[in-house]
Each structure stands twice: as C-alpha cells, then as structure tokens.
Antibody
Framework: EVQLVESGGGLVQPGGSLRLSCAASGFTFSNYAMHWVRQAPGKGLEYVSAISSNGGTTYYANSVKGRFTISRDNSKNTLNLQMGSLRAEDMAVYYC???????????WGQGTLVTVSS | EIVLTQSPATLSLSPGERATLSCRASQTVSSYLAWYQQKPGQAPRLLIY???NRATGIPARFSGSGSGTDFTLTISDLEPEDFAVYYC?????????FGQGTKLEIK
C-alpha cells in the first residue's frame, strides 16, 4: 500500500525556519517525481515545489522561490522541504504528493500544519 | 504563470441532479488538465486526468471534457458522497497551478 506521511510542522515565528519531511513507503520512491502542495486554512490548493525522481531538477512557485528548498533522499525514501524566512502567508497545511503514471498527483499524504505566528 | 478560473464558486444541487463545473485557463494547456475532489479534513483525490480520462476507481458518473482553455467536469446523477470541493489543476506549464475551487453543496 502506498503511504506518504508528512512530519515537521508546528509553530514558528515570522522570519523563522522549519524543515518538513515526507516518508514514503509501498512503492519504489526513486522512480517518482514528488511535489509539495499547501492549503491555507479555509482556502484552496497552492502548488509549492517539485523535484524530479533523481533529484536533479527542481521547481518552485514564485511565492516561495529563494526561501524554500526541496530535496530528497532516495536511500531513505524521504522527501524534504526546508522553509526559511517564513511569513504569515506561508501558514498552511503542507501536503506531499506523488506524481503517478498519469502525470498528476495520484497519492497524497495527510498533511502537516505549519503555523507562522509571534 | 497560468491562471485557472473555476466557476461557479458554489453550486447548490440535490442528489440525483447533474452538476456541471467549469475551469478556464488564462492560456492554452492543451489537454493537460486534471480534476480533484476534496472533502473536509481529507487530502484531494484525483478524479480526471488529461481532461477526459477517469482515474482508477472513479465512478462512471464523473466525466471530463475540453481542451485548450475551456474545460468541464460533469457529475451525472449526484450521490450524497459527491458533495465536496472540486479543483482543476494544469500540467501544461511550470509552475503547476490549481483553480480556486468550486464547492458543490446540497440544496
């Protein structure tokens, strides 16, 4: 069974940093591109970042470019998102999602909540 | 960045009725558009990919159409479990983007 489990969310002050992780299981992690998608409370979905299967290519939304860094460790089946210079508008549930054979997000984690507040 | 505009924002219908949801792109995405369903407290679920293909396990009452800039998700004969928020998403260009969502509520 495919499983994606996010961790690392919590309360952080504006300007602070946080590292999210997503533990993958039930599939060959190194074969799949992975993304982070976020959802502010009561709002819609927002694409955040993507990484290719081998980690060689990354993409970022303009809103996080230069502040967030996506990475992966295929030996540990883990996806990461290093977030810096956090702002109130970064407060959201962060989902990791797998890009499946359809080239869309076929599996999602349950999400981890990031709260940015002083 | 491609902007996806969904309409209506809210759609009020009764079980058994037909729902028609729209997604318009600010520039062409060819057929590279998907639809997701999200229920409260849950992650989104892929329904339709590449405009008109049903994802694995999705009932036949869900169908998608369109290409270029105009897309439609149709849910025929609404079931109680279909009332949720629906999002479109494009993969025609980077960055990937989502529409703002359409809430399908029970009338």
């Amino acid at each position: 069974e495919v499983q994606l489990v996010e961790s690392g969310g919590g309360l952080v002050q504006p300007g602070g940093s946080l590292r999210l992780s997503c533990a993958a299981s039930g599939f060959t992690f190194s074969n799949y591109a992975m993304h982070w998608v976020r959802q502010a409370p009561g709002k819609g979905l927002e694409y955040v970042s993507a990484i290719s299967s081998n980690g060689g290519t990354t993409y970022y939304a303009n809103s996080v470019k230069g502040r967030f860094t996506i990475s992966r460790d295929n030996s540990k089946n883990t996806l990461n998102l290093q977030m810096g210079s956090l702002r109130a508008e970064d407060m959201a549930v962060y989902y990791c999602a797998r890009v499946g054979a359809t080239n869309y997000f076929d599996y999602w984690g349950q999400g981890t909540l990031v709260t940015v507040s002083s | 960045e491609i902007v996806l505009t969904q309409s209506p924002a809210t759609l009020s219908l009764s079980p058994g009725e037909r729902a028609t949801l729209s997604c318009r792109a600010s520039q062409t995405v060819s057929s590279y558009l998907a639809w997701y369903q999200q229920k409260p407290g849950q992650a989104p679920r892929l329904l339709i990919y590449d405009a008109s293909n049903r994802a694995t396990g999705i009932p036949a009452r869900f169908s998608g159409s369109g290409s270029g800039t105009d897309f439609t998700l149709t849910i025929s004969d609404l079931e109680p479990e279909d009332f949720a928020v629906y999002y479109c998403q494009q993969r025609g260009n980077w960055p990937r983007t989502f529409g703002q969502g359409t809430k399908l509520e029970i009338k």
